[in-house]
């Protein structure tokens, strides 16, 4: 920190020049390594309007407009949703919170069927909680169980099929073999998985953690955007039945990160939630009507998120988000296509919704997992192309991970060509990975550069 500063336009120069020459270009058609699409323009300057007011959401003269905004942001994704009447929702600071607070009404409404009240007594009070989820659940899931005194080891993986989807019949088996001292307090189904965009099969689960008393979460983060578009809506099938629903439209839904929103089908389950502070909400004022939203979630201060989706909403309507869903799963079926018919490369998940993932066939399989994590890190040093990478089983559930390439397309404005001259880069990188591999020194050399 300067003694003296530089004044504000030689300060946000500077920003900017370090933010622009040394970060990502996520609107650059070579960028596709994650869930972090480029941010519509309109949703950026909403954002920024937002953030000039400096409204917070906790009690009603903190920000009376910025409330009714997030209230008509969670009326309209809950009628997207399906969800009817009694349905409500909350903006989180991201998919992990949202599944965190998902986790936390599920073991509160678990703990109350037990007669437990964990706020009070603590979560020993609640015998051998357990909460099932796919293997390919977002790590979140498990923080979030440590997080609230469950403990990791209270997570049950639950097998996937060669598709990546969640098996009912092995969650069948799990819950009819638990123990009456058990309490299975909520079964997380992801409905749109991190790398392959898998969706479980949400209506057979629902049921299956009705049948056992157990809570029904769906991670959509990143899935849940897939309702704007008429050809993919459908993959949510299922979604109206859920307690609970986490949406990120910094994920689909092109917003500046956060735009995390919690859903729940029923009001009332945010009680667990529910505080009254003399200097924030007391009881008169919120019988007179001056609530604010602070019996929502575990945040006091809260950035008004929804303005910049509230924006987008209404420039693009759903039918001009649905097209941008289209565009970039139909690049998704271009990239799967191209890898397909490539023999230097192995298709190892084509395109569920937006994501591809893949693996280059260095010539000599001893080295594939060294040349594919290389080129990855080629391509970033050189800043030619950005892509992601992670493991998957090539040939089904039942085999060894290898490590594989991905990429995530969510930039609506590129085209078929792009996406074939950034596989022509990926075949140069890896060509050239198989003919040498840098040392560390030349390695840090070529990052530093
Ligand atoms: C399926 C899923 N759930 C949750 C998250 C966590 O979201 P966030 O990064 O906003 O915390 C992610 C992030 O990629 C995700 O893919």
């Known amino acids: 920190m300067p003694e003296r500063g530089v004044g504000t336009d030689a300060a946000l120069h500077r920003l900017a020049t370090v933010l622009v020459e040394q970060g990502i270009d996520l609107s650059h058609p070579m960028a596709a390594a ?16 937002a953030s ?6 906790d009690t009603y003269d903190s920000g009376p407009a910025t409330i009714a905004v997030e209230r008509w942001v969670v009326d309209a994704l809950t009628s997207l949703a399906g969800f009817d009447d009694g349905a409500d929702g909350v903006l989180t600071p991201g998919g992990s919170l949202s599944n965190l607070t998902a986790l936390l009404l599920a073991r509160d409404a678990a703990a109350a ?7 009070r ?9 357990v909460v099932f989820c796919s293997e390919l659940a977002h790590f979140s899931v498990h923080r979030a169980c440590a997080t609230l005194g469950l403990g990791e080891s209270a997570v049950r993986a639950v097998p996937v099929d060669e598709r990546h989807r969640m098996r009912p019949d092995a969650l069948a088996a799990m819950l009819r073999d638990l123990g009456e001292e058990h309490t299975p307090i909520a079964v997380v189904a992801t409905a749109g998985t991190t790398d392959f965009g898998s969706v479980d099969p949400l209506a057979e689960l629902t049921a299956l953690a009705r049948e056992h008393g157990a809570w ?7 899935g849940f955007g897939t309702l704007f578009s008429d050809s993919l809506a459908g993959r949510m099938d299922g979604l109206t039945h859920a307690d609970s629903v986490t949406v990120d439209l910094h994920k689909i839904g092109w917003q500046p990160a956060a735009a995390s929103v919690l859903l729940v089908r029923d009001r009332a389950a945010f009680a667990a939630l529910d505080r009254s502070v003399d200097y924030l909400n007391p009881a008169d004022d919120r ?3 001056y609530d604010g939203l602070l019996g929502r979630t575990l945040q006091t201060t809260r950035r008004p998120d929804a303005v910049k989706i509230a924006a987008t909403l209404l420039a693009y309507g759903r039918h001009g988000l649905g097209q941008f869903v289209d565009t970039c799963h139909r690049l998704a079926r271009h990239a799967e296509a191209r890898i397909a018919a490539e023999p230097r490369l192995e298709l190892v998940a084509g395109a569920e919704l937006t994501t591809v993932v893949f693996r280059y066939l260095a010539e000599d399989p001893a080295t594939r997992d060294r040349v594919n994590g290389e080129l990855r890190r080629r391509l970033l ?4 192309a950005l892509i992601g990478r992670t493991s998957a ?7 060894e991970p290898v490590t594989c390439l991905k990429l995530t397309l969510l930039n609506p404005t590129a085209t078929e060509a792009d996406i074939d001259d950034l596989l022509a880069l990926v075949l140069d990188a890896g060509a050239a990975c198989e003919r040498h591999s840098p040392t560390v020194a030349e390695a840090h050399e070529e990052g530093a550069a």
């Open 121 to 129: 007594d603590g979560v020993a009070a609640l015998p051998k909680p």
């Open 113 to 119: 069927r037990r007669g437990v009240d964990v706020r």
């Open 216 to 222: 029904l979460h769906v991670d959509a983060a990143y």
């Open 34 to 49: 994650h869930l972090q699409p480029p941010p519509l323009t309109v949703a950026v300057a909403a954002d920024a309007l």
């Open 287 to 289: 019988a007179a009507g």
């Open 393 to 399: 089983r090539p040939a089904g559930p039942a085999d």
């Open 381 to 384: 040093h050189r800043g030619t």
């Open 52 to 57: 000039a007011g400096n409204a917070s959401l």
